[in-house]
């Protein structure tokens, strides 16, 4: 078993995967170490509770460490990393929320959010927000807006329609000015005509 030159600290990112690969413990509490803080914030936007969040990313790094042979060096290393903790998510949420149970909209009109308002909320405020709405628009907000993903993507992954989750992002952007202009947060009547 290879060990980590521990004088030679911090690693290259090529030198810990290869130490991880090798089954090295520091290596690998190094590996969490770097990625985890990241990835928890990730988990915490998808799940309401920090227990939650919390299991979610200890089963997402258990499968990291255990499939990270499979990692052959295309792309970053913490995308693939992001891509093992949002599928982790998912199947938690997936175990306790049926998503086939949300309503479909059919035309509605997106609610404007100012980018002012977005730069006025700290972090953790956006978090506090976020987890006030339901699961539904929470998950396919968190997937669009945040990941990037595209609605047929988003129906694939929460095996749900197309118009789902387009009405449960246009539902979670409503929800989301509602409870700005709860919280105080001016300049949303203007800008969102």
Same mark, same amino acid.
């Given at each position: 078993m290879k060990v980590i030159n521990r004088k030679k600290l911090p690693v290259t990112e090529e030198e810990l995967l290869e130490a991880c690969r090798n089954n090295d413990r520091l290596a690998q509490r190094l590996l969490f170490d770097r990625y985890s803080p990241e990835m928890f914030g990730l988990c915490q936007r998808y799940l309401k509770n920090r227990e939650d969040a919390e299991d979610v990313l200890v089963e997402a790094f258990f499968k990291v460490l255990a499939n990270i042979s499979q990692y052959m060096g295309l792309g970053s290393f913490e995308g693939w990393i992001r891509r093992i903790v949002v599928n982790e998510a998912l199947m938690a949420l997936r175990r306790r929320h049926n998503f086939n149970m949300t309503v479909e909209i059919s035309e509605m009109e997106q609610p404007a959010t100012p980018s002012r308002v977005v730069e006025e909320l700290a &972090? @953790?405020?956006? =978090? +506090? =927000?976020l987890r006030q709405l339901p699961t539904g628009y929470r998950t396919v907000f968190n997937l669009y807006v945040m990941e990037g993903y595209k609605h047929r993507e988003i129906a694939e992954m929460l095996g749900i329609s197309i118009n789902t989750s387009k009405s449960q992002l246009i539902l &979670? %952007? %409503? @929800? $989301?000015? +509602? =409870? $700005?202009?709860q919280a105080g947060y001016t300049g949303l009547e203007e800008s969102a005509g």
């Open positions: &972090a @953790r405020d956006i =978090l +506090e =927000l &979670a %952007k %409503k @929800r $989301l000015q +509602e =409870l $700005l202009e």
